[in-house]
């Protein structure tokens, strides 16, 4: 919108209503007749137009909103969204009776989509990826979160984790990494996943973390993955590596997976329908955060939903995402993925946009670069075409984002 930026980057966003997102404010954050002036890539000023300093508006390019409303950019703090192909063929295996297992018998399941990750170079995953960036950006995201998993092997974990890495160059978008080599058990492993975890632990998290490739370490805690005793290890190598952990926690069963997402201190668990009481209270003691992803739910056509009350009632912080990935959430609308944590979840207007910006950001470790519109953060905005913030959470299938600014531009 608007032209070309000043030549210090230095713009105003004026005749705006904010929804801050601001730790400590009630709800929204709301500010009716708001301003937002950025500087620099940095948010200089949010608040009432009428309490802007005169300085930081001087000289500045500006936009008038003509009363629109301006969120923070939006974070999809979990998603699987470097991948080969699709799975289309298994969800009609699916829709015509076939079982899980039958699936995975017939070739499919995770094991599929590592045989087509490894034998894409990097730069087709990159090509292949970035449609799927693009959806997600549409919809006002500046911060992405992307897994590796489909590797499953040194050179294939490292390979996707690049091509993630690649995404930044290629659009205005931050992205984070995290090492989900602990995902599943490739054909070579035979069957021994001590073994295997002997390998994530040894070798391919030493090389991940040598070259720099990963900001956090992730896991995937269940009876068909990794059990907790083997997550420990694998936390262990990513503490001792100087890496925060997260965990793919209680989604198909119980095994306190969120118990031990917090036991070493995890920014984030996430799924987490079969977790209990207990590990509510663990992971708010632990300042773990909860990450809801109803996609996931929804197309697994899981019944048992996370305990969003007792998230609540113990005060854990709810992110919501879209874990986009090709086995059990093609998902690439974070929209969307509100209408369902809503719909299907219960969860709150103000819990949803939460659960987008603030609270994503802290799941990533970024709360005090991005999440909110404060002074001193990222100049990441989403501007919307709406008249209440609930129409970002109500519609389906609908896109009222009238622009995008990362990092001020
Ligand atoms: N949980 C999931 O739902 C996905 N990974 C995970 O740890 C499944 C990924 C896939 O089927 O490709
Ligand atoms: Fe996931």
Not at 202 to 219: R, S, W
Request: proline share 4%.
């Amino acid at each position: 919108m608007g032209g070309a930026s000043g030549k210090s980057g230095h713009r105003v966003w004026r005749n705006a209503r904010l929804a801050t997102m601001a730790e400590g404010a009630a709800g929204l954050g709301i500010v009716e007749k708001g301003a937002v002036v950025a500087r620099d890539g940095l948010i200089v000023y949010a608040g009432p137009e009428a309490d802007m300093p005169l300085a930081a508006g001087q000289g500045a390019e500006t936009v008038d909103c003509v009363g629109r409303w301006i969120t923070p950019g939006l974070i999809d703090c979990h998603t699987h969204l470097v991948y080969a192909g699709n799975r289309a063929n298994e969800f009609e295996m699916r829709l015509a009776g076939a079982t899980y297992e039958e699936v995975a018998r017939a070739g499919g399941g995770i094991v599929s989509s590592v045989k087509s990750l490894r034998a894409a170079s990097e730069d087709e995953l990159v090509a292949q990826t970035l449609p799927r960036l693009d959806a997600l950006m549409a919809e006002g995201v500046t911060t992405v979160e992307v897994k590796s998993g489909y590797g499953l092997d040194a050179d294939s974990e490292k390979k996707s984790l690049r091509a993630a890495r690649r995404l930044a160059d290629e659009r205005p978008v931050t992205i984070r990494t995290a090492c989900l080599a602990a995902h599943a058990l490739p054909p070579e492993a035979k069957g021994d996943k001590d073994a295997f975890i002997d390998l994530v632990a040894g070798t391919i998290l030493p090389q991940v973390a040598a070259d720099n490739l990963a900001d956090a370490v992730d896991g995937f805690c269940e009876g068909i993955a990794f059990s907790p005793e083997q997550m420990a290890r694998v936390f262990d190598k990513a503490k001792a590596l100087g890496l925060p952990v997260k965990l793919h926690a209680d989604q198909l069963s119980n095994l306190h997976g969120a118990a031990l997402a917090a036991r070493y201190g995890a920014l984030s668990a996430d799924h987490l329908e079969y977790t209990d009481e207990e590990g509510a209270a663990a992971m708010a003691k632990a300042g773990t955060v909860a990450t809801i992803l109803p996609g996931a739910y929804y197309f697994i056509r899981e019944t048992k939903k996370p305990p969003v009350d007792l998230f609540r009632r113990h005060g854990v912080k709810m992110a919501v995402a879209t874990d986009s990935n090709p086995g059990t959430s093609p998902l690439t609308s974070l929209l969307l993925t509100m209408n369902m944590a809503a719909t299907l979840f219960g969860m709150t207007v103000d819990e949803c946009l939460a659960g987008v910006t603030r609270e994503a950001a802290r799941a990533l470790g970024l709360l005090d670069k991005t999440g909110t519109l404060e002074a001193g953060k990222s100049a990441d905005l989403a501007i919307w075409d709406i008249e209440r913030p609930a129409e970002l959470v109500y519609r389906m299938g609908f896109n009222p984002l009238h622009a995008r600014t990362w990092r001020g531009q």
